[in-house]
């Protein structure tokens, strides 16, 4: 590397000394694009904002249903063990009206 910069420092110095137009317009590129780029990101900024309220707004809605359906799935684990109940019961006293046939009729021959 220093070989290199041995064999090129008059390049290096005349780039470096010599003020051509195309050095200028390198200089003023940074100072031109960074207003454009700053809008652009602040567009994209703007967006971007937008676009994260309404995920937190569908979180919250998603949330929301989620509670509800918890909600519902115990209101029908109710309702079922209800029925389970009530199932029971009407199969025990169809078995006991069965039973009490059963004696009646085995009792009276």
Not at 69 to 95: I, M, N, P, Y
Request: proline share 5%; hydrophobic share 45%; aromatic share 8%.
């Amino acid at each position: 590397m220093v070989f290199a910069l041995v064999l090129l420092r008059s390049a290096v110095k005349d780039f470096l000394w010599t003020p051509p137009w195309w050095h200028s317009f390198l200089v003023a590129v940074p100072a031109i694009a960074l207003p454009i780029l700053a809008s652009f990101e602040l567009r994209h900024s703007g967006e971007a904002n937008t676009l994260r309220a309404e995920a937190n707004r569908l979180r919250a809605e998603a949330n929301a249903l989620e509670d509800q359906l918890g909600t519902l799935s115990a209101e029908l684990d109710g309702c079922r063990a209800e029925q389970a109940t009530f199932s029971r019961l009407q199969t025990t006293r169809k078995s006991q009206s069965r039973r009490k046939k059963c004696r009646y009729s085995s009792a009276a021959p």
